[in-house]
Antibody
Framework: QVQLKETGPDLVQLTQTLSITCTVS????????VHWVRQPPGKGLEWMGAMWNGGGTDYNSAFKSRLSISRDTSKSQVFLKMNSLQTDDTAKYFC????????????WGQGVMVTVSS | DIRMTQSPASLSASLGETVNIECLAS??????LAWYQQKPGKSPQLLIY???SLQNGVPSRFSGSGSGTQYSLKINSLQSEDVATYFC?????????FGGGTKLELK
């Protein structure tokens, strides 16, 4: 069945770099698009960026040049890397699969809660 | 970016009651709207897509409607397991954007 699972650190120091891995199963990264969405504690959802099935990427302009998304199709993994972390980057980070027909998210990982500490 | 405004921000209802949650888009999104349910500590789960199509496995007491800029999620005969936060999301234009959420509690 379709599964996505994020792995990453619980705690990152201020100004350091966050790296999270999304490992997927039950579908191919060359067929489906995988996106990253984050949610600060008690707040709403914010789209961060996309890894398209063809290997291209898109980013939310709010993250400017801080964010990088890549993949390893042989390992069914999508990677998020974001540098210069600030305290307001404290959030739960989710990877989610985009439906193949329309741009809504039909499967989500359980998320990883990351705290940025000073 | 398209702004999605949800109302109310929180809602208290009794078991068996009917609940309505609204989502207003800042421009016409041509029914490119999804609704998600998020229980505490969990990831969002897709309920409705294309404004009114029920995702497989979702109980039929959930329904979606609307067009243009105005959309709504209706829950008939509220059950205890429906306690959650609900989000709308537009996918007509990039970036995809979400409403601020509606927290549904039992009265």
């Amino acid at each position: 069945q379709v599964q996505l699972k994020e792995t990453g650190p619980d705690l990152v120091q201020l100004t350091q770099t966050l790296s999270i891995t999304c490992t997927v199963s039950g579908f191919s990264l060359t067929t489906y698009n995988v996106h990253w969405v984050r949610q600060p504690p008690g707040k709403g959802l914010e789209w961060m960026g996309a890894m398209w099935n063809g290997g291209g990427t898109d980013y939310n302009s709010a993250f400017k040049s801080r964010l990088s998304i890549s993949r390893d199709t042989s390992k069914s993994q999508v990677f998020l890397k974001m540098n210069s972390l600030q305290t307001d980057d404290t959030a739960k980070y989710f990877c989610a699969r985009l439906n193949w027909e329309r741009d809504y998210f039909d499967y989500w990982g359980q998320g990883v809660m990351v705290t940025v500490s000073s | 970016d398209i702004r999605m405004t949800q109302s109310p921000a929180s809602l208290s209802a009794s078991l068996g009651e009917t609940v309505n949650i609204e989502c207003l888009a800042s421009e016409d999104i041509y029914s490119d709207l999804a609704w998600y349910q998020q229980k505490p500590g969990k990831s969002p789960q897709l309920l409705i897509y294309n404004a009114n199509s029920l995702q497989n496995g979702v109980p039929s007491r959930f329904s979606g409607s609307g067009s243009g800029t105005q959309y709504s999620l209706k829950i008939n005969s509220l059950q205890s397991e429906d306690v959650a936060t609900y989000f709308c999301q537009q996918y007509n234009n990039y970036p995809p954007t979400f409403g601020g959420g509606t927290k549904l509690e039992l009265k």
